[in-house]
């Protein structure tokens, strides 16, 4: 139940594709669910956060969509440049207890 | 002015010997955290740290054992290091406990050989 299952493992995308990348959990206690960015070399950012209460968050280029009956949620890159090749991690949160990490998704975008 | 440091940024080691990594975050978040992300990329939870209570996820050895002087700082002590043990480790903080956001470090790299 603490299980977030991401999908694709890695993604080839070509400059100015749509990226999407999905998630799934079981816990209906999970209240908040970010996605993390990870560059090589580098520790995971913050990229962008979704609350169970709206399907829909977007910030600029970056769009969380959350289904909340189905219990997913997916992360849309529009427009994907080379400088958006990383590793992406989902993740999911039960206030008060740790967050839970999916297993990640390279991302690679040719130019 | 980096919000979560770590140091060293590689570490490698023999088997068998003890090692100190050292984590500091200059938010003024209140919780702090060690994650282990294997080759493949898996990010696990080691322990968290807030207000003095340490949460240790039951899965990880009692060679590693965190050490926290004050609120800014979380070090990884690591006893009789194995081959396993390679891996990169990341220190992550929070304004509370799995508050919204984490800021995690750079990673330090451990291999042990």
């Known amino acids: 139940q603490q299980q977030v299952k991401q999908s694709p493992q890695s993604l080839i995308v070509q400059k100015g594709g749509i990226s999407i990348i999905n998630c799934a959990y079981e816990n209906t206690a999970f209240d908040y669910f970010p996605w993390y960015q990870q560059f090589p070399g580098k520790g995971p950012a913050l990229l962008i956060a979704?609350?169970?209460?709206?399907s829909e968050k977007k910030e600029g280029r970056f769009t969380i969509s959350f289904n909340k009956s189905a219990k997913q949620f997916s992360l849309h890159i529009m427009d994907s440049q080379p400088g958006d090749s990383a590793t992406y991690f989902c993740?999911?949160?039960?206030?008060?207890?740790?967050?839970?990490f999916g297993p990640g998704t390279r991302l690679s975008v040719l130019p | 002015d980096t919000a979560v440091s770590q140091t060293p940024k590689y570490l490698v080691t023999q088997m068998g010997n003890d090692k100190s990594i050292k984590c500091e975050q200059n938010?003024?978040?209140?919780?702090m955290y060690w994650y282990k992300q294997d080759s493949k990329k898996f990010l696990k939870i080691m322990f968290s740290?807030?207000?003095?209570?340490?949460?240790i996820n039951e899965t990880v050895p009692n060679r590693f054992s965190p050490k926290s002087p004050d609120k800014a700082h979380l070090n990884l002590h690591i006893n009789s290091l194995e081959l396993g043990d390679s891996a990169v480790y990341f220190c992550?903080?929070?304004?509370?406990?799995?508050?919204?956001?984490?800021?995690f470090g750079s990673g330090t790299r451990l291999t042990v050989v």
């Open positions: 740290y807030n207000n003095k209570e340490l949460i």
């Open positions: 992550a903080s929070s304004q509370e406990l799995s508050g919204d956001g984490y800021t």
């Open positions: 979704i609350r169970p209460d709206v």
């Open positions: 938010l003024g978040h209140d919780t």
């Open positions: 993740a999911a949160r039960n206030y008060g207890q740790n967050f839970v």
